[in-house]
């Protein structure tokens, strides 16, 4: 079976159900819609077609780059704000799934539980994506892998370091760094590490590459190709805020730490930052960050993903 067939009608509910070679196939489909956008070639694979996204929580980069994107593709996305669908009056998540795939090709949903994706995605006879879980951001990291190629020409082989909360980035760098032959080495406090169930799940994909968890960011930085950091309180963590900034105040990625890294390691972040907290402004504005790279291959990446699951 080609690649084209077996991603046909998939989920992606996390990067841990595909293979190495399915990741590495939309990856170069990304490489190559990407060129096709620079040279201001149309390509409308999805031509009528059309995605739902459920929104439940904010965002700026995952929206307009899902609804640029099948627009560019030939498609139209609709904006569902779980405020205004019934879904966010208590319709059940399983009729919702019913419905929509009666109307649309595809739904994006970034939401709290990765429980209500799974079902949303049981109960949907159409692709679902995971736009992002209080457990997971699968698209982020296919946009991430499609940077780091881009930047330092490949993937295997390299170390990246993720400093901070043992969040859903974390989770999904981990699981993606270990199938795609990247050492992975996550530094986070005591009571803040990744989940222990996702860390194993991780190590079980290595075929010869490290996943390391330490408290230590030192430890963890050394010969490290990529830095990567995100908020420390995540959305939905507003409250922790103050409590987070003093767990976190020694898992900063600045000037210091980034000294213990290779000299040409490059620093990348989800967005959005905050500057001063997580990562100091000369770090992330400085010459070795490539974090708005990043934040366009999202558009690319997704295209991908969109022609691979809804072509
Ligand atoms: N990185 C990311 O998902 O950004 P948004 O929250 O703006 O979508
Ligand atoms: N960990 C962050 C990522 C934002 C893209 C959050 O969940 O808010």
Redesign the pocket.
């Known amino acids: 079976m080609s690649f084209k067939e077996q991603l046909k009608g998939r989920d992606l509910l996390t990067l841990a159900d595909y293979s190495k070679a399915e990741i590495g196939y939309i990856l170069e489909l990304a490489a190559q819609i990407k060129e096709k956008k620079k040279n201001g070639e149309v390509y409308e694979p999805l031509k009528g077609k059309t995605l739902g996204m459920i929104f439940e929580k904010s965002s700026t980069r995952t929206r307009v780059s899902f609804e640029a994107g099948i627009y560019q593709l030939g498609g139209t996305g609709l904006f569902l704000s779980s405020n205004d669908i019934q879904l966010g009056r208590g319709e059940p998540i399983s009729d919702t799934a019913q419905v929509l795939s009666g109307y649309l090709d595809g739904i994006m949903i970034r939401t709290f539980s990765q429980k209500d994706v799974e079902d949303l995605a049981e109960n949907a006879s159409i692709p679902v994506i995971n736009g992002?879980t209080?457990d997971y951001?699968p698209c982020?990291v296919l946009a991430d892998l499609q940077t780091i190629k881009e930047v330092k020409g490949t993937l295997e082989g390299l170390k990246l370091t993720y400093i901070g909360?043992g969040?859903?980035?974390a989770h999904s760098l981990m699981i993606g760094c270990a199938k795609m032959g990247l050492d992975v080495a996550i530094a986070a406090p005591k009571g803040y590490q990744p989940n222990e169930n996702i860390t194993a799940l991780a190590k079980s994909f290595a075929e010869g590459t490290e996943v390391l968890v330490t408290e230590d960011p030192i430890e963890a930085v050394a010969n490290a190709d990529i830095i990567y950091s995100?908020?420390w309180a995540?959305?939905g963590q507003e409250a922790e805020q103050k409590v987070r900034e003093q767990a976190f105040a020694k898992y900063q990625v600045n000037n210091e730490l980034f000294a213990h890294a290779k000299s040409d390691a490059i620093f990348m972040h989800?967005?959005?930052a905050h500057r001063g907290e997580e990562v100091t402004a000369d770090i992330i504005d400085g010459p070795q960050s490539v974090v708005f790279q990043e934040a366009e291959n999202r558009l690319h990446a997704q295209k991908a993903l969109m022609v691979a699951l809804m072509g």
């Open positions: 992002l209080d951001h982020q909360d969040n859903n980035m995100d908020v995540s959305m989800c967005l959005p």
